[in-house]
């Protein structure tokens, strides 16, 4: 049976709808930066999307190939996710989606060295004509964090984040947000396929103990 993170490690992919705290350890991801609205019709975040999917998938098939990834083990394809924040806000401002700043990442196995993901983009644009160039192999360490499962639109995470907040008061934390600790969402469900009302995103803040 192909090892799939989500089921490997619930604690991380599938929280309860109430806040935890949740100490993460390293993973590695391919990456790619970029800034303005996700729902911008053939913007960067969907360009983005392209290359993260297609780059995925050629390393998760790369054994039907002549190249061989040395310790390989079928898996299955992580959710997406993305770290996202605004110049001058500690936090998320829902209201002007424009001047989003993201990165946008689908987890890889520790097997997958630099070389991998090299040949990985190399074969996109061989065989899809796709440029990779932006896409990066990136080592997160999030640390300490507070996480919830949200149920519902992007629009609404809002009050979803309010109840972070409160919790993290009540145990004696506080919000740690700065240039390397950001808001991040891991994506559980299809948007095409799903209703917004059903949509489960893991909403995650990084968090550090009151002085």
């Not at 391919?30 to 996700?38: K, L, Q, S, T």
């Not at 898996?75 to 993305?82: K, Q």
């Not at 808001?183 to 489960?200: F, G, N, Q």
């Amino acid at each position: 049976m192909a090892f799939d993170f989500k089921k490997e490690y619930k604690e991380f992919y599938m929280p309860k709808n109430k806040p935890e705290i949740v100490m993460v350890p390293k993973a590695n991801y391919i990456a790619v930066r970029g800034e303005g609205d996700p729902n911008e019709e053939d913007g960067a975040y969907k360009k983005a999307i392209g290359v993260l999917y297609t780059m995925a998938y050629t390393l998760r098939m790369s054994y039907k190939t002549d190249y061989k990834i040395k310790g390989f083990y079928e898996y299955v394809v992580p959710p997406l996710e993305g770290f996202w924040w605004q110049e001058g806000i500690g936090g998320i401002d829902y209201s002007d989606k424009s001047t989003f700043h993201w990165i946008s990442m689908i987890r890889i196995p520790e097997f997958i060295t630099k070389e991998d993901f090299q040949w990985a983009a190399s074969m996109a644009e061989k065989k899809k004509g796709l440029d990779c160039s932006c896409a990066e192999l990136m080592t997160v360490e999030e640390g300490l964090c507070v996480q919830i499962m949200h149920l519902g639109p992007f629009d609404e995470e809002p009050e979803t984040i309010k109840k972070m907040g409160a919790f993290i008061e009540t145990q004696g934390y506080e919000n740690d947000f700065s240039d390397t600790r950001l808001h991040h969402e891991i994506y559980l469900s299809d948007a095409r396929r799903v209703a917004p009302e059903k949509w489960k995103t893991v909403i995650r803040h990084p968090i550090r103990k009151k002085a």
